[in-house]
């Protein structure tokens, strides 16, 4: 069974930074594209960025490229998010999702982050 | 970035009616869009994918169909389980988008 669990979330001050994780079991981790999708409360989906299987390339929505980074540990079969310069629109829930060749098949639960002082 | 116009916003609908929600690209994207259902406190899943496969484990009422610009998700026979939002995903030119999203409810 996919099963895809983030981590990490909370309260965090304006101006902090914060680092999600995304533990992924149930399939071969290294061979797929792994990424990050948020939604902010009451809003829509909003695709932050995706990483392919080596870390060789990664893929950012322009407006957020600047201050989230994706990374993923094959060996800890690990995705992460690293956000920096935190502000109260980036309060949201963040899933994880698995891109297989067609889509992205599976999600995780999500993980809420407030940004408020 | 490619905009999805997504439609209705808003959908009310009797348990065994047939509704169809729609998605309209800003430009042609091939096919390569996707249907997601996601309940309240959930994570999305997958229904459609490529416009038109449905994804293992879906219920048969669900279907999609479109080319281009335009895409529609069909479901057939409603049940009540079937309550949710719902929403399109174009993967077919990055940066990814999502349609607003059709929350469904059921009579």
């Known amino acids: 069974e996919v099963k895809l669990v983030e981590s990490g979330g909370g309260l965090v001050q304006p101006g902090r930074s914060l680092k999600l994780s995304c533990a992924a079991s149930?399939?071969?981790?290294?061979?797929?594209?792994m990424g990050w999708v948020r939604q902010a409360p009451g809003k829509g989906l909003e695709w932050i960025g995706e990483i392919n299987q080596d870390s060789s390339t990664i893929n950012y929505t322009p407006s957020l490229k600047d201050k989230f980074t994706i990374s993923r540990d094959n060996a800890q079969n690990t995705l992460y998010l690293q956000m920096s310069k935190l502000g109260s629109e980036d309060t949201a829930i963040y899933y994880c999702?698995?891109?297989?060749?067609?889509?992205?098949?599976?999600w995780g639960q999500g993980v809420m982050v407030t940004v408020s002082s | 970035d490619i905009q999805m116009t997504q439609s209705p916003a808003s959908l009310s609908a009797s348990l065994g009616e047939t509704v169809s929600i729609e998605c309209l690209a800003s430009?042609?994207?091939?096919?390569?869009l996707a249907w997601y259902q996601q309940k309240p406190g959930k994570s999305p899943q997958l229904l459609i994918y490529y416009a038109s496969s449905l994804q293992d484990g879906v219920p048969s009422r669900f279907s999609g169909s479109g080319s281009g610009t335009q895409y529609s998700l069909k479901i057939n026979s409603l049940e009540s389980e079937d309550a949710a939002t719902y929403f399109c995903l174009q993967d077919s030119e990055y940066p990814w988008t999502f349609g607003g999203g059709t929350k469904l409810e059921l009579k």
């Open positions: 430009e042609d994207i091939y096919n390569n």
């Open positions: 149930g399939f071969s981790f290294n061979d797929y594209w």
């Open positions: 999702a698995r891109a297989d060749i067609y889509t992205r098949d599976y």
